[in-house]
């Protein structure tokens, strides 16, 4: 934060963001952002993927985390304020035990639905 001194001695002080410090910031973050519940026979995950299809997921057990892949497009034009994320991402969840390789996928209003059934 940066501090500036007006004539009569009082502090100002503001923070100046530029683009770089938002794709700073985006990197920090993980996407796609996630819920995780762990039931009694199986694990069910979240994710949050507006754009996508759920054949343009790549979705991954190794050993006990998931692991999701894939690339968001970027939009064509002239931005005034771009927030949203885009681009190649790769995330690796842990999920704290054992499940099959064979997760369930469904897709509804953009959230990604992944059931895991947890072994022995």
């Known amino acids: 934060m ?4 007006l004539a009569n001695g009082s502090i100002f002080r503001h923070i100046f963001y530029t683009t770089a410090m938002v794709y700073d910031r985006r990197e ?14 199986r694990i ?3 994710a949050l993927v507006p754009g996508l299809a759920a054949h343009e997921i790549h ?10 892949e894939g690339r968001l497009s970027r ?4 931005y005034i304020r771009e927030e949203r994320y885009s681009g190649r ?5 842990p999920l704290g035990c054992a499940v099959h390789t064979e997760p369930g996928l ?4 953009g959230i990604l ?8």
């Open 2 to 5: 940066n501090e500036f001194f």
């Open 28 to 41: 920090q973050e993980p996407f796609p952002p996630v819920n995780v519940y762990r039931c009694v026979d």
């Open 89 to 93: 991402f790769r995330r690796r969840i």
């Open 106 to 109: 469904t897709m509804k209003n």
């Open 59 to 68: 979705v991954s057990v190794d050993g006990q985390d998931l692991l999701l």
């Open 44 to 46: 069910l995950v979240q």
């Open 75 to 78: 939009g064509t034009g002239h």
């Open 113 to 120: 639905h992944i059931e895991l059934q947890k072994k022995g």
